[in-house]
T-cell receptor, first 113, second 113 residues
Framework: GENVEQHPSTLSVQEGDSAVIKCTYSDSASNYFPWYKQELGKGPQLIIDIRSNVGEKKDQRIAVTLNKTAKHFSLHITETQPEDSAVYFCAATSSGGYQKVTFGTGTKLQVIP | KAGVTQTPRYLIKTRGQQVTLSCSPISGHRSVSWYQQTPGQGLQFLFEYFSETQRNKGNFPGRFSGRQFSNSRSEMNVSTLELGDSALYLC????????????FGAGTRLSVL
């Protein structure tokens, strides 16, 4: 089955700096990679996603890159703000129909004002 | 549009008991997935239902079961509770399958004493 590794597990940055979270996956058939943000006491919320036919996607201060050859994808947050503090999860879904989503273990991001 | 609703929000049970958790998806969503979230294991996929049929199942023992009703509402049941079942149980709904955007509920926090 699919295995998703996520690094780092914790990340502290100064407000205004950039944050990068990296994930690798094992199943070359995976073709959909969402990123979720989970705030305390809430369920995860999708913030950006990328499909395997695209190498990069950007939405305001958030961007995701995908390297299919190396089987890794990354989340980039620029100009971080205190409200970006949360746990971030990457995930991968294989292409074989209605397959289960495999999540990374999460990165706790702390943005220091 | 109302979001994904999970009830109850908190549950305390003792070992050996059974528990039923409920999930009401977003109106029009037919796919419901369940996840177990623990600090050590992250988000683990339990199962996914679509049109009252279980389409996919994660690697959990048979004590974990679920069902979906004709109105897409779903329930998850855990029998013979063990201490290790203490976790946050999350439900996510999507329009058709897990490659559509998944919307998570706030979860049910289960504590097994």
């Amino acid at each position: 089955g699919e295995n998703v590794e996520q690094h780092p597990s914790t990340l502290s940055v100064q407000e205004g700096d950039s944050a990068v979270i990296k994930c690798t996956y094992s199943d070359s058939a995976s073709n959909y990679f969402p990123w979720y943000k989970q705030e305390l006491g809430k369920g995860p919320q999708l913030i950006i996603d990328i499909r395997s036919n695209v190498g990069e996607k950007k939405d305001q201060r958030i961007a995701v890159t995908l390297n299919k050859t190396a089987k890794h994808f990354s989340l980039h947050i620029t100009e971080t703000q205190p409200e970006d503090s949360a746990v971030y999860f990457c995930a991968a879904t294989s292409s074989g129909g209605y397959q289960k989503v495999t999540f990374g273990t999460g990165t706790k991001l702390q943005v220091i004002p | 549009k109302a979001g994904v609703t999970q009830t109850p929000r908190y549950l305390i049970k003792t070992r050996g008991q059974q528990v039923t958790l409920s999930c009401s998806p977003i109106s029009g969503h037919r796919s419901v997935s369940w996840y177990q979230q623990t600090p050590g294991q992250g988000l683990q996929f339990l199962f996914e239902y679509f049109s009252e049929t279980q389409r996919n199942k994660g690697n959990f023992p048979g004590r974990f079961s679920g069902r979906q009703f004709s109105n897409s509402r779903s329930e998850m049941n855990v029998s013979t509770l063990e201490l290790g079942d203490s976790a946050l149980y999350l439900c996510a709904s999507s329009y058709r399958d897990t490659k559509n955007i998944q919307y998570f509920g706030a979860g049910t926090r289960l504590s097994v004493l």
